[in-house]
């Protein structure tokens, strides 16, 4: 069974619709690091751009299209991974010296969790922790009950931005 399934390499990168690629590219440079890798020209305007991190997060595609970001604003498309509990003590602190409103560091059933981030489209970019305090037995299959709380009593301490 095993040889029939198709090998797979993790993801590539993540794609975000937004209103103005300017201040998205800016936003995601100030806040996190990224950097801009590629540019994507359609018909002499500039439609989407490609942004690397210098210490290995995920690859990000920016595309211009305000209708989508509109839409999609408030959603959670992905959750960044950091390292362990301390990684994402000093990511939280990073954002408190930048100003940038966020749920705070919050210990779920297996790792940490650093939700209600939002980038200026108002997409909600979270980060968990790669490393987990509660081993997991193999072939177990983890409930979690009631896990949106924890996210819902952050948010009811951190208003959202206006943005």
Same mark, same amino acid.
Not at 17 to 20: E, T
């Given at each position: 069974m095993d040889d &029939? %399934?198709?090998?797979? !390499?993790?993801? =590539?990168h993540l794609k975000l619709?937004?209103?103005?690629l300017a201040r998205s &590219? !800016?936003? +995601? $440079?100030?806040v996190l690091g +990224? =950097?801009? $890798? !590629? &540019?994507f020209v359609e018909k002499g305007t500039l439609m989407g751009i490609f942004l690397d991190h210098p210490a290995g997060g995920p690859r990000f595609g920016l595309r211009r299209d305000p209708a %989508?970001?509109?839409?999609?604003a408030g959603s959670v498309w992905f959750a960044i991974g950091v390292a362990d509990e301390k990684a994402i003590q000093a990511l939280a602190a990073h954002l408190?010296?930048?100003?940038?409103?966020?749920?705070?560091?919050?210990?779920t059933k297996v790792g940490w969790i650093l939700p209600l981030l939002h980038d200026p489209d108002g997409h909600e970019?979270?980060? +968990?922790? %790669?490393?987990? =305090?509660t081993p997991r037995a193999s072939g177990h299959i983890m409930r979690v009950e009631d896990g949106r709380d924890l996210i819902d009593a $952050?948010?009811?301490?951190?208003?959202?931005? =206006?943005r």
């Open positions: &029939e %399934m198709p090998r797979l !390499a993790g993801v =590539h619709p937004v209103r103005d &590219e !800016a936003w +995601y $440079a100030r +990224y =950097h801009r $890798a !590629a &540019e %989508m970001s509109e839409a999609a408190d010296r930048l100003g940038e409103k966020h749920g705070g560091v919050i210990r970019i979270r980060f +968990y922790t %790669m490393t987990e =305090h $952050a948010e009811r301490r951190t208003p959202l931005p =206006h």
